[in-house]
């Protein structure tokens, strides 16, 4: 369960947030697997309660027609939800609406590719940072922060190179979370003076 701890720098509380959280009771699950899991046959389903509400197949099929699905499915998950609806720190704002929406896709699909796009990422699991800058936070609100979040989410394997259709992909999927959650951002980026 998310718990709010001290006020960051920023007047933002630090975000403490794990890929195993879940809150069940609250529709908020944890579809992160394991051995056991894979095991018993319960592939697919809430790690803690076993409920099973995403269409994985449909997900799968990364059809950007059907974003709207794959936004409810990942808000099923507690970590996605967090990140959908989680305070954005101001310095991640103030980066957002110097770059402004040109800027940032462009800057989300360099990420994309350095962060998660070879076949073996540098510290694979713990490349993305919670906090920072947007994109930042986008990746983990729509699964495309590590090889296997992208593996348990978009059915990309890991140990090969991401495809340029698999690129354009989570950069769509990152600007419908950044046109969603900074919805005022200007085309081409503002003067913004720094913290």
């Known amino acids: 369960m998310f718990v709010q701890h ?60 059907d974003v709207a699905y794959t936004i409810r499915s990942l808000n099923q998950e507690f970590i996605r939800y967090h990140f959908w609806h989680v305070a954005i720190d101001q310095r991640a704002i103030n980066h957002a609406r110097r770059k402004g929406r040109v800027g940032i896709r462009e800057a989300a699909e360099h990420r994309l590719r350095k962060s998660v796009g070879s076949e073996h990422p540098f510290r694979d699991g713990r490349q993305t940072p919670f906090e920072g800058n947007i994109i930042y936070y986008a990746q983990h609100a729509t699964a495309t922060c590590c090889r296997n979040c992208i593996y348990e989410w978009h059915n990309v394997p890991k140990g090969r190179t991401l495809t340029e259709e698999e690129i354009r992909y989570f950069t769509n999927l990152v600007k419908v979370y950044i046109n969603c959650r900074l919805p005022d951002l200007t085309e081409t980026g503002e003067y913004v003076p720094h913290l």
Do not use: S
């Not at 509380?13 to 697997?33: G, N, S």
């Not at 995403?54 to 027609?65: I, K, L, P």
């Open 6 to 65: 001290a006020m960051g720098p920023d007047g933002c509380p630090p975000i403490r947030v794990k890929c195993t959280d879940a809150d069940c009771a609250h529709d908020l699950h944890c579809f992160l697997e394991n051995k056991k899991m894979i095991r018993e046959g319960k592939k697919d389903g809430c790690r803690y309660c076993g409920v099973r509400p995403v269409d994985w197949a449909r997900v799968h099929q990364r059809n950007f027609d």
